[in-house]
């Protein structure tokens, strides 16, 4: 019998979905790493099928799914290439969703509603996945339905780049569209130098995607408003916060927000006259038909990258935003 030679030597494998591949192939050359090529498709009657073409066997793989329209053909994908690579002997599988699916679905706001986020963190788990990547979670309470590891990034250092350099602190203030955002924007406060508004907004229960805001909280007369949010829907909630602060004397509104969801009717709502321009990240895929002169595009593959990297290597994924976040 020959002897058995023991290496240690890791293998880093990435795949990707077909929701957001462009994604994928920039975080791959980041890491100076090629995409693993997986056949996936879809018959006739809707089931999806997927195969590696080359072995997986002791790899360290990382699967990247962008959820977005559709989203529960998405996320079958998804589980489909976890279930490959687990029957394909995967040492270690990780489950990248910049946009995690059904994040705002976190808890029982009514009697005999589900929690479908813990639902999406359960069939991760059945599938195979043994940790779980995402970036800006709707609700931090997201981390405790996965039993494994949950890698919280946060969008806010590249954002925060991109402002630093083209607002003026003087005349700022950062603008939390909500009551459930106050945290963030409050972070965000800090560290641009700026005071802090609040939009008091109420919601129908039993109308999805409609908004009323009441009252505004904080210094908004003759100043540049910066509203933070993790996502953009249909851009009614946003418009809507907007209009307000204008009326209360804002001169320029800008938005920042980590998910262009833009559900229609957002790409022609957020040309509204009341928004200056709107800087998201591309999570998602945003088709040029769904862009427009005001929009700025900013890349999260170089976050991704470094925080792959940090996994590959039992790095600290912590450390990326040295307690900031």
């Known amino acids: ?27 791959a050359d980041e890491l100076g790493a090629d995409l693993v090529h997986t056949d996936a498709r879809t018959f006739a009657n809707g089931e999806i099928y997927a195969r590696y073409d080359e072995s997986v066997r002791g790899c360290d793989a990382f699967v990247i799914q962008s959820h977005t329209n559709p989203i ?3 996320l079958m994908e998804q589980l489909i290439m976890v279930d490959a ?7 270690r599988i990780t489950v990248v969703s910049p946009f ?32 779980i990547m995402s970036v800006d979670l709707h609700a ?15 969008a806010m250092p590249v954002l925060l780049e991109h402002f630093q350099s083209i607002l003026d602190p003087e005349t700022l203030t950062v603008v939390s569209p909500d009551m459930g955002r106050v ?7 800090d560290k641009l ?11 129908d229960p039993l109308v999805p995607n409609q908004v009323s805001v009441h009252e ?7 100043r540049v408003c910066l509203i933070v949010d993790d996502l953009i829907d249909t851009g009614r909630t946003i418009v809507k916060a907007a209009e307000a602060l204008k009326a209360h004397g804002a001169t320029k509104v800008v938005v920042a927000a980590t998910h262009a969801v833009f559900s229609p009717p957002a790409h022609d709502l957020l040309q509204s006259d009341f928004i200056d321009s709107v800087v998201v990240t591309d999570t998602l895929p945003i088709p040029q038909d769904k862009r427009w002169d005001r929009l700025t595009v900013l890349p999260i593959a170089p976050l991704l990258a470094r925080a792959i990297h940090e996994v590959f290597d039992d790095g600290s994924v912590t450390s990326m935003f040295d307690g900031a976040a």
């Open 1 to 27: 019998m020959s002897e058995i030679k023991i290496t240690g030597q890791k293998r880093l494998v990435i795949v990707t979905g077909r929701a957001h591949p462009q994604l994928a192939i920039d975080v």
């Open 216 to 222: 505004i909280i904080g210094p908004v007369d003759g």
């Open 140 to 154: 931090a309470q997201i981390q405790g339905f996965f039993d494994g590891p949950v890698d919280h990034l946060f």
């Open 183 to 189: 945290r963030v924007a409050d972070i965000w406060s």
């Open 72 to 74: 529960n053909e998405w």
């Open 85 to 91: 690579l687990k029957r394909a002997s995967a040492k």
């Open 193 to 203: 130098g700026a005071p802090l508004a609040i939009i008091h907004k109420r919601r």
């Open 100 to 131: 995690y699916p059904y994040a705002r679905q976190d808890k029982k706001g009514r009697g005999r509603e589900p929690i479908s986020a813990r639902l999406v963190a359960d069939l991760y788990k059945a599938a195979g996945a043994d940790r």
